[in-house]
């Protein structure tokens, strides 16, 4: 099978502009229920979640408890955390003022994975978990300082305009995109549901207008195909959505008569952590899965459960510098319990776990509240996980639309097929 080649370069900036992804962990599922680290998708509540005439005081203050009693290092980047109280708790008049002091406070942290949400953010990642997810249906990203249109999800209101894989984004509702970052466009062409969007776009040397309602969106997280009789593909686009796990069983359904399955991982940044339990589950006869540590440093070990079924054929992982997180908790467990062999290149490397905690006002914050460890006991924060079997793309590969990767792995099951 080719791949588009605009997902594997190097240098790729891509954004989902049909919800809001979230690099996070954790989730309620029915076998797992009763573990110890509270899921992300388990809203914290508090007593001023539905209030919002709180104060901008209070609004820090709730931020500043939240974060003593909360995060994953209980010595807070080694500082006096009432130190942060002290400095700010009189002199914040506005809600500026509160947003300036928070992110300050938060910062000090050196930690990029916990920050405040606006109230946008924090609906955008749990109308995320959720499945409710909004926009046109475009994935964009910035190559050569250009940005342009990388994937068109089937059905949706960029579908049905016309929009093309390939297509340059000129300017979204007059705003023109040259020198633009790739935030600034998703914010652009974000909006309010079934408002209109205007896009310019530049294809084959003419500029062309589109004018799109956004729309609710339904996005599958899981794609299968049979590359030929023998060898099944699953390609896991996200762990993010409560329907990942049904997405994956039905696919694994759909080429379970083949003798071999490659599950690409590439791409996906992560998204609920019982979701890559769940699917490391699946192929994993018994075990340790991953290994969770909280602020106490005790440490929790999510093992193989009794499962129905468990594919146990010849099994390739892809992988490359975007597998992140949830993607990082499949591949280390397949690795480790030496059930599958990764080809591809070395993973990004988070191996920390946040929670979704709701504030005041309608926003939330991302708070990271513990790490993980591979089954051998790797702490695989900013260091990544190394594939068994190293493979690149080339210029010409991009060129030639090959995916020289995919082609590997799928002589690779060929060769353990036999």
Not at 34 to 62: G, H, M, T, W
Not at 271 to 288: E, M, R, S, T
Not at 331 to 354: E, H, P
């Amino acid at each position: 099978m080719k791949r588009n080649m605009f997902k594997r370069i190097k240098q790729l900036q891509l954004i989902f502009l049909c919800l809001c992804l979230a690099i996070l962990f954790g989730a309620t599922f029915e076998n797992y229920k009763q573990a110890q680290i509270e899921r992300i998708n388990e809203i914290s509540s508090n007593s001023y979640v539905n209030n919002e005439n709180v104060s901008p005081k209070d609004l820090f203050l709730e931020s500043w408890l939240l974060v003593k009693q909360s995060y994953a290092e209980p010595h807070l980047n080694d500082q006096n955390w009432y130190r942060w109280k002290r400095r700010y708790v009189n002199k914040i008049k506005d809600n500026d003022d509160a947003y300036v002091a928070i992110n300050t406070m938060l910062a000090s942290l050196d930690d990029p994975y916990s920050r405040l949400l606006s109230k946008e953010e924090f609906e955008d990642q749990t109308n995320s978990i959720e499945s409710k997810m909004y926009g046109i249906g475009v994935n964009i990203a910035s190559v050569a300082g250009k940005i342009y249109i990388v994937n068109v999800i089937k059905g949706s209101p960029a579908d049905s305009s016309g929009l093309k894989q390939g297509d340059m984004l000129v300017s979204v509702d007059n705003h023109q995109i040259k020198g633009k970052s790739i935030f600034q466009v998703a914010q652009y062409i974000k909006g309010a549901l079934n408002e209109t969007v205007t896009l310019v776009i530049l294809r084959d040397g003419a500029n062309l207008t589109k004018k799109i309602k956004r729309a609710q969106i339904k996005v599958r997280t899981v794609e299968c195909q049979k590359l030929d009789k023998n060898t099944g593909y699953i390609h896991i686009l996200s762990f993010i959505g409560n329907e990942t796990p049904v997405e994956f069983i039905n696919a694994l359904n759909k080429v379970k008569d083949t003798k071999g399955l490659i599950l690409d991982l590439r791409g996906n940044t992560g998204g609920l952590f019982q979701n890559a339990v769940f699917v490391a589950n699946i192929f994993l006869k018994n075990g340790d899965i991953v290994s969770v540590i909280g602020r106490d440093g005790q440490s929790s070990s999510y093992s193989v459960k009794d499962n129905e079924f468990v594919y146990d054929k010849p099994l390739v992982v892809l992988v490359d510098g975007d597998s992140a997180s949830a993607s990082e908790i499949v591949s280390g467990a397949l690795k480790d319990n030496n059930r599958a062999k990764i080809v591809g290149t070395k993973t990004f490397g988070k191996g920390v776990v946040q929670k979704i905690y709701a504030l005041p006002n309608k926003m939330g914050m991302n708070l990271t509240i513990a790490k993980y460890l591979t089954p051998s006991g790797r702490d695989i924060n900013e260091k990544g996980i190394e594939p068994d079997y190293e493979v690149t793309f080339t210029r010409d590969d991009v060129n030639k639309n090959f995916d020289r990767q995919l082609e590997f792995a799928k002589n690779l099951i060929a060769k353990q097929i036999k």
